[in-house]
């Protein structure tokens, strides 16, 4: 996807995701900044995109992860570590006891189970890659993990969506 950034001059600058938060430079000579991924994606009007639907489609293309760097030393690696992000968990409600009128009539009370349990709400969770160097990678913890899953703005957003998430390390 390609964006549009408005330089000084009038003339509109085209970048890319991989821009965001750069500078690029524009045919007057002057260097434009670019926003962030989620301004980006918030002025081309996308952000009704949600994350999780843009992580998805990246996930199946094989776009992930978009980071060349290690996000905890920003060294180049090719290095991978597999997070856990679980989003929503289905909730089992148990069923409520309700009074039954007309025990009430017959001096009872009288409680009726009612209705069956219900799931509420779905799985959602995601198994996502994150660049990490060998270094970066030893002594990782869940809580480490998180910190660098937040670094990732398409990640953070995702988070920022669901923030009630779990974050783990994955098993390889
Ligand atoms: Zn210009
Ligand atoms: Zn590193």
Not at 70 to 82: M, R, S
Request: aromatic share 4%; with cysteine; net charge positive.
């Amino acid at each position: 996807m390609k964006y549009l950034v408005k330089c000084e001059c009038g003339h509109s600058v085209e970048v890319s995701a991989g821009d965001a938060g750069t500078k690029v430079s524009c045919h007057c000579q002057r260097l434009v900044d670019v926003p962030s991924l989620h301004r980006l994606r918030q002025s081309a009007g996308v952000s009704s995109i949600s994350a999780d639907l843009m992580i998805e489609t990246m996930l199946q293309q094989g776009r992930l992860p978009e980071e060349n760097e290690c996000v905890g030393c920003e060294k180049p690696t090719t290095g991978i570590v597999y997070v856990n992000i679980q989003c929503e968990r289905a909730e089992v409600r148990k069923p409520g006891y309700g009074l039954e009128l007309w025990g009430l009539l017959l001096g009872w009370i009288v409680l009726k189970r009612k209705g069956e349990a219900r799931i509420i709400g779905r799985d959602l969770s995601y198994r996502l890659p994150m660049r990490i160097c060998e270094n970066c990678r030893r002594g990782l913890n869940d809580r480490e993990a998180e910190k660098l899953v937040r670094r990732i703005p398409l990640y953070n957003e995702l988070l920022g969506k669901f923030p009630k998430a779990k974050v783990s390390l994955a098993m390889m």
